[in-house]
Each structure stands twice: as C-alpha cells, then as structure tokens.
C-alpha cells in the first residue's frame, strides 16, 4: 500500500495544481469545453484544493498504511477512485463530452480503483 500511497499522492497533487492553476485547460482536456463563468473556475479551483490535500494526505500516510487511518484513507481513495469512474464515464456517455484526455482519465481511475481494493485485500488478510 505504500507503493499506491506515492502514486496516488503524485497523480492527485499533480492534477490538484493543475486545476488550481489552470482550470479552464484542464477541464477541456477532460470535457472538451472550457469553462467560462467565474463560479465554475471557482468550483474547479476548489476540487483541485481538494485533491491536492488528498494528494498531501497520501504523502504523509505513505509509510502508515497499516494503522486504521492508514486503511481508511486507502478506502477513501478507492471511493473516489470509483466515483471518478462513473461520473466521467456518465459526462462521456451519457452527455456525450470528448476531451484528449477523458478516456485516458477513466481508465486510469479504474486502474486506480482496482489497486486500491487489491490492497485493501491484501492488507486484511
């Protein structure tokens, strides 16, 4: 678990600065369409705040995986993980956006969801 911790931490704080700094190109590479209100620049910074201290948060816990926080951060980012899943999946679907790099997003959140419960089995066995 250790191991996903790291990544984890790499790939959300990457992708919370990145929301943080430059919202509008982010949510073209993921939806196809910038945003252009202020209240939905706002919302986007905030989710990157979020997922930078999510991205924080696995960083410090990297070498605590063992512990009972340890495994609820572990289970906090497999639910993220799968809601990331669906809701892009949905916005590509179901509301037919396309951007470069939503499917690419879908598939690494799936990748990411399938190691947090691989983990999460191994670490309660």
């Known amino acids: 678990m250790k191991t996903l911790c790291i990544v984890t931490a790499a790939i959300e704080a990457g992708a919370g600065i990145a929301l943080l700094g ?19 620049l706002t919302v986007a910074r905030v989710g990157g705040a979020g997922l930078l201290a999510l991205g924080l ?11 009972h926080a340890g495994r609820g951060l572990v289970a906090a980012i497999l639910l993220y993980n799968i809601a990331a899943v669906a809701i892009l999946a949905y916005a590509g679907i179901g509301l037919r956006q396309h951007g470069m790099a939503l499917w690419p997003a879908v598939a690494l959140h799936a990748l990411m969801a399938v190691w947090c419960a691989a983990a999460m089995k191994r670490n309660l066995s």
């Open 22 to 40: 430059f919202p509008s190109a982010v949510v073209a590479l993921l939806v196809g369409a910038p945003l252009e209100s202020s209240a939905g």
């Open 57 to 67: 948060a696995c960083w410090l816990a990297r070498n605590d995986t063992r512990s």
